[in-house]
């Protein structure tokens, strides 16, 4: 049984797949928002490869399509004050602090 198990509370197994956990210093939009010209909402970026793409709530979705092309699993909140993460195969969310 995992510790997880133990205590009840759900965990990320795919954190050896986060490659990158710092926001870049300027952050233009969802890329690819940016190329066909659309809006969105809110971005994340991809824990994997740094890609930022924009939410769930956005039209289209780049983020959840990204990960689905990929395979990368986890985003992370690209939003001020923001330092929330995201795992799509695990359905859980949490936050790296850093070291």
Not at 47 to 56: L, Q, R, S
Request: glycine fraction near 8%; aromatic fraction near 6%; charge should be negative.
């Amino acid at each position: 049984m995992s510790r997880s198990e133990l205590i009840g509370v759900p965990i990320c197994s795919h954190l050896d797949q986060i490659e990158v956990t710092e926001l870049p210093d300027k952050i233009d939009g969802c890329e690819e928002c940016l190329k066909i010209g659309s809006g969105w909402l809110h971005l994340r970026m991809c824990m994997t490869c740094g890609k930022i793409g924009c939410c769930d709530s956005s039209p289209n979705k780049h983020a959840t399509a990204h990960e689905r092309e990929s395979g990368h699993p986890i985003v992370r909140s690209a939003e001020p004050g923001e330092d929330w993460s995201w795992c799509y195969l695990d359905e859980v969310a949490f936050a790296v602090r850093p070291q």
